[in-house]
């Protein structure tokens, strides 16, 4: 049986939780939306450039953030499957570029949308150089403190999954997650993504059109952003945010405007497959959890 933790913000500030509103949570590739807003805030005052191919780099920064930059993921290497399956030490991020590169090799930028978490690892690595500071720095900063939070923060690694809800994930390294991962509570994801889109409406502008929605998903149709998944979710209408996945867990964190409340919800549920959380999400945001 699933089990699913969740938090609902309205627009008025109710805040609704379901399950251990205290337990903490890997938040996945929803870590990619804190670095791409992290990324337009420090545009927006001039300290790094979106639009400005990267040093010995063929695309941009904002390519990064978008996955157009024609770079592969890891995600592909069945010995990267195989190794998290073991309970491996992450591998150095040198090995991982090298493998994945000779598995799928590197494209031209914007020939094709391609998701990419050593992507994510290159943004992170460049918003590091050009501003001097470490992301977990950047990121109590503009997120952490304004949120008032004590859980919210990147798990180190190793060991940094310790402290999270599910027992059979604590042992996880997440170095893995060569992006970084996040880690909080239903409540702080849910709060993070309402100030983000706040700071950043304009996230799903323009976005990448996908199509229809992959199978055993609620999506209707989607598309890709800076840093966020958007699209439609059937009943739930137009949705922003970003689902993340692990080998033990999932995590679904959207805004619905079309609904009523303009509820951003937070779902986070076992197995390793979206479609539940981001069903549990769609639920959520439609009242239809009790």
């Not at 940094?160 to 909080?184: K, M, S, T």
């Not at 679904?252 to 979206?274: C, K, N, Q, R, S």
Request: aromatic share 8%; net charge neutral; proline share 8%.
């Amino acid at each position: 049986m699933t089990e699913m933790h969740w938090a609902r913000l309205d627009a008025d500030r109710t805040l609704t939780t379901g399950g251990d509103p205290g337990a903490v949570f890997p938040f996945w590739s929803f870590t990619k939306t804190v670095i791409a807003a992290t990324a337009l805030s420090l545009a927006e005052t001039g300290r790094i450039a979106l639009d400005a191919t990267l040093p010995g780099a063929p695309y941009t920064l904002r390519q990064l953030l978008r996955h157009t930059s024609g770079l592969p993921d890891y995600g592909l290497l069945p010995s990267y499957h195989d190794a998290v399956a073991r309970g491996d030490t992450s591998w150095a991020f040198s090995d991982v570029l090298a493998r994945s590169l000779a598995h799928t090799p590197a494209q031209d930028p914007q020939s094709q949308w391609r998701y990419s978490n050593i992507g994510y690892r290159f943004a992170l690595s460049h918003m590091e150089t050009e501003t001097g500071h470490r992301l977990g720095d950047l990121i109590r900063t503009m997120f952490t403190i304004p949120l008032g939070s004590t859980t919210l923060r990147l798990a180190p690694s190793p060991g940094g999954f310790a402290g999270i809800h599910w027992p059979e994930g604590r042992g996880y390294d997440p170095g893995w997650v060569y992006h970084r991962c996040l880690i909080g509570t239903s409540t702080d994801a849910a709060r993070l993504l309402r100030l983000i889109l706040a700071a950043h409406p304009g996230m799903g502008s323009d976005p990448v059109q996908l199509g229809d929605g992959p199978p055993g998903r609620p999506w209707t149709h989607i598309a890709y952003g800076t840093g966020v998944m958007c699209g439609r979710m059937g009943p739930a209408g137009s949705a922003t945010g970003h689902s993340g996945l692990g080998p033990f867990s999932a995590t679904a964190v959207y805004h619905f405007p079309d609904l009523a409340g303009a509820p951003t919800v937070a779902a986070f549920t076992t197995g390793a497959h979206e479609g539940p959380a981001e069903q549990a999400a769609v639920d959520i945001a439609r009242g239809r959890v009790t």
